[in-house]
């Protein structure tokens, strides 16, 4: 079956420290990926994805994730986290081979203390 | 660029009355889009799709003649809750797919539903 997993529902870092958010998921063939995040009050936001191109996508913000093809993970990590990265980050899977049906990880709340 | 809009951002109603949302892409023609509803502190779940001039494909346990789409044209998808109840009271949020070229899809700020 086809899933896709964030294994940490809360993430709690101090500022200025690496930020890990960790992804899996589950199909017999490489699929698209992204990161999105969500502010309060805000719509989704584009982070970055992977669409079998480059395994270490960059993206906004000082965000980047490497797709491992052997693991099935897609983890997102920043080397240093910024107050304003406080939110929710859903790690969001496309199996339909570009038809743009997402499914959404869980989501991890990422908490940036000073 | 690529930006998705949602009205109303809030809405209360009664029990029993239906509430419509709308959702628009203000600067590119979404050829698709997306409804997705999300629980308190859950992740997002797809109801449905709608492409433009076609009827909508529902996803597996969303009740079609519950929830009306209509995608009549390239900037403007509505979601109308039909008689709506206490557990329709949910965070419903759309997005807009503009065909290749863009990015995968940009997503509205999102419409909260509470039902009284």
């Known amino acids: 079956a086809q899933s896709v997993t964030q294994l940490d529902s809360h993430v709690s870092v101090s500022e200025g420290t690496p930020v890990l958010l960790r992804c899996n998921y589950s199909s017999s063939y490489s699929p698209s990926l992204f990161w999105y995040v969500q502010h309060p009050n805000k719509g989704l936001q584009l982070l970055l994805k992977y669409t079998s191109a480059a395994t270490l996508v960059k993206g906004i913000n000082g965000f980047e994730a490497e797709f491992k093809k052997s693991e099935t993970s897609f983890h997102l990590t920043k080397p240093s986290a910024h107050m304003s990265d406080a939110a929710e980050y859903f790690c969001?899977?496309?199996?339909?081979?570009?038809?743009?049906?997402?499914?959404f990880g869980a989501g991890t709340r990422l908490a940036v203390h000073p | 660029g690529a930006v998705v809009s949602q009205h109303p951002s809030r809405v209360i109603c009664k029990s029993g009355t239906s509430v419509k949302i709308e959702c628009r892409s203000l600067d590119f023609q979404a050829t698709t889009m997306f409804w997705y509803r999300q629980f308190p502190k859950k992740s997002l779940m797809l109801m449905a799709t709608?492409?433009?001039?076609?009827?909508?494909?529902?996803e597996q346990g969303v009740e079609k003649d519950k929830f009306l789409i209509n995608h009549a044209s390239l900037t403007l998808s509505t979601l109308t809750v039909t008689s709506a109840h206490p557990e329709d009271s949910s965070f419903y949020i759309c997005?807009?797919?503009?065909?290749?070229?863009?990015?995968?899809?940009?997503f509205g700020p999102g419409t909260r539903l509470l039902v009284l």
């Open positions: 709608s492409n433009e001039g076609s009827k909508a494909t529902y």
């Open positions: 997005s807009a797919h503009g065909g290749a070229g863009l990015e995968t899809q940009y």
């Open positions: 969001v899977v496309d199996f339909s081979g570009g038809y743009n049906k997402l499914i």
